[in-house]
Structure formats: C-alpha cells, structure tokens
T-cell receptor, first 114, second 111 residues
Framework: NAGVTQTPKFRILKIGQSMTLQCAQDMNHNYMYWYRQDPGMGLKLIYYSVGAGITDKGEVPNGYNVSRSTTEDFPLRLELAAPSQTSVYFC?????????????FGPGTRLTVT | RKEVEQDPGPFNVPEGATVAFNCTYSNSASQSFFWYRQDCRKEPKLLMSVYSSGNEDGRFTAQLNRASQYISLLIRDSKLSDSATYLCVVSLNTNAGKSTFGDGTTLTVKP
C-alpha cells in the first residue's frame, strides 16, 4: 500500500514549456485534490475531483488543467509555464463519506520555472 | 478576512513546556475540523481530527468552540520532535469535500 505517489519529485521548466505532474493513489479514495504551496504560505486548492470523470476548479485554477479517467490517477497539466507557477505541488486524496474527509498527501513536486 | 486564520508565530518554547495554538474560521456552516502537521519541505500529515466534545491523543488536546468559531490545539510536555508547522483545516462536508487550510503556525522546541 503506497498511499499517494507523485512524480517527478523535482523539475525545472523554461518559460512557455508544458508538463504533466503525475499523481496516483491506491487507497480507493473517491476524492482527489491538487494544491500548490508557495514559500511560507498555506496550501491553495487548484483543482479537485469527486470521482472518475468529474473535476472542478478550486481557488487558483488558472494556468492548469486536470483529468480523472480512473479512480487511481489524477494528473495535473501545466500549459505555457510561467515564473508565477514556481511552487511546491501536493496531490491529496480522501474518502468522502459520513463526514470523513481526512486528506492524505503525496510527497510533493518541487517545480521551478525560469 | 481570510476563511481560516492562524497566528503564524513562530512559537519558540523550551522542552517540557505547554503551548497552545488557536485558529478561527469565518464560515459558521463548517462541519469538519482538523489539525495537520507539516515538517520542513515535507507533505502535511494528519495530526488529529477535532470533535465537538473535544478530544485528546496523548500529549495533544484539540478543542472546538462553535459559538466563537475557533479551534485550538494544546501540546503538553513539548518534545524537540514537535518542532514543525501546524496547519488548521476546516471543511464544509456538503461542499464536495473542499477544505480550507490556514497558513500555519510554526513551533520550535528548544533544548
């Protein structure tokens, strides 16, 4: 049981490049989330999904896209990378039922855009 | 006003001290409350859920005050290993599980 896994751990992008951050969970959680955390700040929700085929915007969705074709995977796509997207990206999952929504996080992807 | 507000600290305390963190939230319809711990350059990890009646887990005690819309975390007999950032998290269960994270309170426990 690996929990939530994320790849890559680190990445440096040039301005205008694109990339996909991978996230997978093996806990059969129905909910999955993408957050970004800037230095010294809290987590900001980018996108979330309540199940396969269903996604919705969070607080800071601009410049990102997601898809959820399976319960296990929730990739985050960055198109036309900008320096403002330099951040640490965390993926999380939770089982949403009967008020239980404790989130379990992956180890994060540290992205630098230069 | 932020939806979830925490005193950023830092709190610097000696080993063995008792320290308390407060967190206020603005949405009175909030249903679920949690404390997470985040070590430097690591992912957040669930420390404890916060229940209406208050709950305790070893040296950690969490309290919820719905009338005043705040939650608290008390750490007794602080250990060096308690040094971390503590995140307050508030959730509206009916809103598809979205949670709002506070910016965190940093604790440093010194020998």
């Amino acid at each position: 049981n690996a929990g939530v896994t994320q790849t890559p751990k680190f990445r440096i992008l040039k301005i205008g490049q694109s990339m996909t951050l991978q996230c997978a969970q093996d806990m059969n959680h129905n909910y999955m989330y993408w957050y970004r955390q800037d230095p010294g700040m809290g987590l900001k929700l980018i996108y979330y999904s309540v199940g396969a085929g269903i996604t919705d915007k969070g607080e800071v969705p601009n410049g990102y896209n997601v898809s959820r074709s399976t319960t296990e995977d929730f990739p985050l796509r960055l198109e036309l990378a900008a320096p403002s997207q330099t951040s640490v990206y965390f993926c999380a999952s939770s089982y949403q039922g009967q008020g239980r929504n404790e989130q379990y996080f992956g180890p994060g992807t540290r992205l630098t855009v230069t | 006003r932020k939806e979830v507000e925490q005193d950023p600290g830092p709190f610097n305390v000696p080993e063995g001290a008792t320290v308390a963190f407060n967190c206020t939230y603005s949405n009175s319809a909030s249903q679920s409350f949690f404390w997470y711990r985040q070590d430097c350059r690591k992912e957040p990890k669930l420390l404890m859920s916060v229940y209406s009646s208050g709950n305790e887990d070893g040296r950690f005690t969490a309290q919820l005050n719905r009338a005043s819309q705040y939650i608290s975390l008390l750490i007794r007999d602080s250990k060096l290993s308690d040094s971390a950032t503590y995140l307050c998290v508030v959730s509206l269960n009916t809103n598809a599980g979205k949670s709002t994270f506070g910016d965190g309170t940093t604790l440093t426990v010194k020998p």
